[in-house]
């Protein structure tokens, strides 16, 4: 199985700074074939579900404000918010659908400063 | 709109069994691979088994396997999942979630969730 591992558990910023959430996985979830990466972020409310941010590690899910980015490739991503608004206050997954069986990070809990 | 209704949670006794129903609208179910994730109580999420669109194949986390059943009825645009042997550990937030239109497993569109508890 594929092991993703978020850091940190959880963060406090400011509003109007920079957050960034890292996503670590056990084994590489870039496809060779397509040069795409199986990596998908996730953003849960309290008393809701979860909400598809990003996917391809990197491709914005329609309607997500763009201050949301991903990046990385291989078995290292981030998720990155340029500029917190109170709205973003949430647990964030990562999640790999690169093989069965699909995996989640732990959650990273952000949080106002 | 697309949408994603669960039903059939409840409280329930170890050993016993529960079946989860997902219902779909807004979309062409019978052309979408279908998820089940749950979440425990104050936990994160756990990924418990897919179905292809066409109910072909089906794949379940270890954890599951041999006790749950997943399967599909497309003629009513319903998901299923059949939960047998429940144990303390199955108390979780149960939801649906469809594959993305690209056809790949990451889940564009989730339900609002059916709690299950067991205990006794």
């Known amino acids: 199985d594929i092991v993703m591992t978020q850091s940190p558990d959880s963060l406090a910023v400011s509003l109007g700074e920079r957050a960034t959430i890292n996503c670590k996985s056990s084994?590489?979830?870039?496809?060779?074939?397509?040069?795409?990466?199986?990596l998908a972020w996730y953003q849960q409310k309290p008393g809701q579900p979860p909400k598809l941010l990003i996917y391809w590690a990197s491709t914005r899910e329609s309607g997500v404000p763009d201050r949301f980015s991903g990046g990385g490739s291989g078995t290292d991503f981030t998720l990155t918010i340029s500029s917190l608004q109170a709205e973003d206050v949430a647990v964030y997954y990562c999640?790999?659908?690169?093989?069965?069986?699909?995996?989640f990070g732990q959650g990273t809990k952000l949080e106002i400063k | 709109q697309v949408q994603l209704v669960e039903s059939g949670g409840g409280v329930v006794q170890p050993g016993r069994s529960l079946r989860l129903s997902c219902a779909a609208s807004g979309f062409t179910f019978s052309t979408y691979g279908m998820h089940w994730v749950r979440q425990a109580p104050g936990k994160g999420l756990e990924w418990v088994a897919v179905i292809w669109s066409d109910g072909s194949k089906t794949y379940y986390a270890d954890s599951v396997k041999g006790r749950f059943t997943i399967s599909r009825d497309n003629s009513k645009d319903t998901l299923y999942l059949q939960m047998n042997s429940l144990r303390a550990e199955d108390t979780a937030v149960y939801y649906c979630?469809?594959?993305?239109?690209?056809?790949?497993?990451?889940?564009?569109?989730w339900g609002q969730g059916a709690l299950v508890t067991v205990s006794s």
């Open positions: 084994q590489s979830v870039l496809y060779s074939s397509n040069n795409k990466n199986y």
């Open positions: 999640h790999q659908y690169y093989s069965t069986p699909y995996t």
């Open positions: 979630a469809r594959t993305s239109v690209s056809g790949s497993s990451y889940f564009d569109c």
